[in-house]
Every structure is written in C-alpha cells, then in structure tokens.
C-alpha cells in the first residue's frame, strides 16, 4: 500500500501502531478470543482499559487527585451545553473566536448571562483577540485553545481569577501546557487522539454543584464521575483507540510531539511566506501548529493546485467552506516527511 499523506482535519491521521492495534482487539480482544465490540464493558478487561485511559490523561498532563477523567459520549458539541449547565448561575465570560467558540456561546445563553470578553468575528476570524481581562466575579471565563477551521491557536492564556473552560478538541496534546492552570478541558477525540465517538472531559470536582437548577442525571458530570465514567455503556472501541494513542503519547513525552509540531508548523508556514503563489490566512502571530490555513493569490488555479496535490497522494487540504483555499492540519502523528511531500508540491507549482 502507498503512503498517503493524511491532512484531513477530523476525522484524522493516527498513528499507525495505533490502527494496527485496534485492528488486533476487535479481532482478538485482550487474549479473550472475543473481539473488543463484543465484550461486555463491565468484563475485567475492558474496566482495565478504561481505567487506564483515565489514568494515563492525568500522568500526561500532571494532575493530581483533584482531577477526574470522564469519556463521555455526544461529541464536543454537546460540552458545549454540559460546560454551562453544570458551571454557568448568574453569568460567564466566552471568547468568540471561530466557528466553535461560537456554538459555545450560543449553548450557554439560555442559562445566565454571557459576555463575550473579545471576538474576531469582524475579520472572519483570522486572530486571537487579547485586548480583555477576566473579572472574578465570573463563574467560568470558556476559551477554545485551536480553532481548527479557521487556523487559529492560543499561544499563551489570559490570567483567569476564576474557572478556566477550555475546549481543546483540536490541539489536545499537542504541546507542553501548564494543565492546572484548566478547571475544565473538553475535546472531541477525532482530532488528535483517537477514533470519533467520544469526548475527553478533564475536570476540577471542586468547581461542580454549585448551581441551582435541576440536572438531568446524563448531563451531570458527577454522574460520570461517581460511576468512573461507566455510568452507561461507554464508546468501547473509540476508548480503547484513545488509549492506544495515549500510550503513544505517553511513550514519546509531550516535550518531543512539541517539538515535532514546531518543526512541521515552521516548514510548511516558511514556504507559504516565501512562495510568491500563497498567503496565509490567519494572522501570523497566531497561527495554529495543528491547522495551518492558505490560499492561493489566483484562486482560479485552486482546482489545478489541489489536483497536483492528489498527484502526490496528499489527503485533505481543501480548505473549510467558510473561509476557501487550503488547510493542512498537522496533528501528531503527521511525519516531517509528509509535510515535505507537501512544501514540495507547493515549490514546483
Ligand atoms: C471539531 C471541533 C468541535 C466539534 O466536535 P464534535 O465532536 O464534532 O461535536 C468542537 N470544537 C473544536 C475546537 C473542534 O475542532
């Protein structure tokens, strides 16, 4: 099989030893001679997995004990909702800063008062706005890290007298972050750590039940939490694929994905600014490591462009509908190589 070179932005690229072993457990699950989707989620085995998928988050990120690991079902969009029905009594402060901030905000509405501290909505999105500090009297100040569309990415955080919310679906261990400074992280795991079907939810016990409404027994973290994320039926196999890139993670240090993040952004991001053919989309300051957003002068060479690109066996770049052109999403397990393959293609056009 030829390699292709994989920059879709979710759904996306896994390693491929994590592939591989799943392929292996819904084949043979654990030596049971049963395949992963066929066992009960209560067995020994499958309780081993999920408890080491929690347990891995934490040693990755460095918490302590008061943090809880949950793997809930319902996408980042439902965190959305989640976030501020658990979290948001009088009123909480959101940033607007793509698609996603957006729904996030529009989620919390009906349960207090939001106040968006900064938006980039003037400019389709392509900063990070930064002139805004967060007041304590806040219940939670929600932040999205990446914005996977429009190519953005938070490159250091606000001081946050009060709960810091972050949805990090699309950056998610991909560099080295001071974890605590989180009360609450959220991300779909289609991005960067696994396969579709379930949502990371890290969070601070201390910050829950302190609203007054009623919460529907699915949509209370404490409800995932007491039960150790076995509630109800988890999504076995999209958590056992998360394990398997959690040890990967785990296996090669943050420090390292970090600096090969670093090295793939600075490739591709020096030819875009040299090449006299491109532009790049978002503002340079705050690029994203993960989603890097392009365009091409003459747009009417875009179908040509992406045409040379599938000629090289290069996957997904054809940019999001709400801003065109190009983006080349450049998670984890992306190599150099295939960045290469692209900064070439983008050379010779
Ligand atoms: C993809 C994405 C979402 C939506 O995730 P779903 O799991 O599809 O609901 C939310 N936030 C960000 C930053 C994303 O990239």
Redesign the pocket.
Not at 75 to 80: C, L, P
């Given at each position: 099989m030829s390699k292709v070179h994989n920059f879709s932005?979710?759904p996306a690229i896994l390693p491929q030893e994590v592939i591989q072993n799943c392929a292996d457990a819904l084949l043979n699950f654990s030596g049971t001679n049963l395949s992963l989707i066929e066992v009960s989620h209560r067995s020994k085995e499958y309780v081993a997995v999920m408890d080491e998928a929690r347990s891995l988050v934490k040693k990755i990120m460095k918490l302590g004990d008061d943090y809880d690991v949950v793997y809930l079902q319902?996408?980042?969009?439902?965190?959305?909702l989640m976030t501020a029905m658990n979290l948001l009594e009088t009123k909480a402060a959101y940033t607007n800063t793509?698609t996603?901030?957006k729904?996030?905000i529009k989620e919390a509405r009906p349960f207090g008062t939001v106040d968006v501290l900064g938006s980039s909505e003037d400019t389709n999105f392509n900063y990070i706005p930064k002139n805004y500090t967060v007041a304590a009297d806040y219940d939670y100040f929600h932040c999205?890290?990446?914005?996977?569309?429009f190519g953005t990415q938070m490159h250091s955080f606000p001081e946050c007298p009060t709960s810091l919310v972050c949805?990090?679906?699309?950056d998610i261990f991909s560099r080295q972050l001071d974890f605590s400074k989180f009360d609450l992280i959220y991300?779909?795991?289609?991005?960067n750590m696994g396969p579709?079907g379930t949502?990371l939810v890290v969070l601070k016990k201390s910050i829950l039940g302190k609203v007054t409404r009623y919460l529907p027994t699915m949509l209370d973290y404490r409800t995932h939490i007491d039960k150790e994320s076995m509630f109800n039926t988890p999504s076995v196999f999209a958590i056992y694929g998360c394990l398997q890139t959690l040890k990967w993670i785990d296996a090669l240090g943050l420090e390292t994905i970090e600096k090969q993040n670093n090295a793939k952004a600075e490739l591709l991001y020096s030819e875009i600014d040299k090449n006299p053919l491109f532009i790049g989309t978002a503002a340079i300051e705050d690029r994203s490591k993960m989603n890097a957003t392009f365009a091409l002068k003459d747009e009417a060479r875009n179908d040509e462009f992406l045409q040379a690109c599938a000629a090289a066996s290069i996957n997904g770049l054809k940019g999001h509908r709400s801003v065109g052109g190009f983006r080349a999403s450049m998670y984890n397990a992306l190599t150099i190589d295939s960045v290469q393959v692209l900064v070439d293609v983008m050379k010779n056009f």
């Open positions: 932005a979710g319902g996408g980042a969009s439902t965190q959305f793509g996603w901030a729904n996030a999205t890290s990446n914005n996977t569309i949805d990090m679906s699309s991300a779909g795991a289609q991005k579709a949502t």
